[in-house]
Nanobody, 121 residues
Framework: VQLQASGGGSVQAGGSLRLSCAAS????????MGWFRQAPGKEREFVSA????????RYADSVKGRFTISRDNTKNMAYLQMNSVKHEDTAVYYC???????????????WGQGTLVTVSS
């Protein structure tokens, strides 16, 4: 499985952005998927995760109520809808699949290359 994240860019605070994660291999009904982010000088942190069926989702407290994770297993895609973005959301965002331990820890088997999100005040 190879993952490729896209959709990053520059957005003003309060705006919206949708990130996509395309999987080259078959991920449908197999893997939990997650989104993480890493700001300059900081550790990679958990943003959101979704179960293999899409029936269960998890969010970091910092994004709860603003971000929505989803997936389309028929297209081997995962998404992160980012609304009401804040300056502190600025980071490189990574998608990942198949956690090796707790879904909130950045220990996944597969990682995308990251896409940069810059939020201007």
């Amino acid at each position: 499985v190879q993952l490729q994240a896209s959709g990053g860019g520059s957005v003003q605070a309060g705006g919206s952005l949708r990130l996509s994660c395309a999987a080259s291999g078959r991920i449908s009904n197999r893997y939990y998927m997650g989104w993480f982010r890493q700001a300059p000088g900081k550790e990679r942190e958990f943003v959101s995760a979704i179960s293999s069926s899409g029936g269960s989702t998890r969010y970091a407290d910092s994004v709860k109520g603003r971000f929505t994770i989803s997936r389309d297993n028929t297209k081997n895609m995962a998404y992160l809808q980012m609304n009401s973005v804040k300056h502190e959301d600025t980071a490189v965002y990574y998608c990942a699949a198949n956690p090796r331990t707790d879904y909130s820890r950045p220990i996944y088997e597969y990682w995308g290359q990251g896409t940069l999100v810059t939020v201007s005040s």
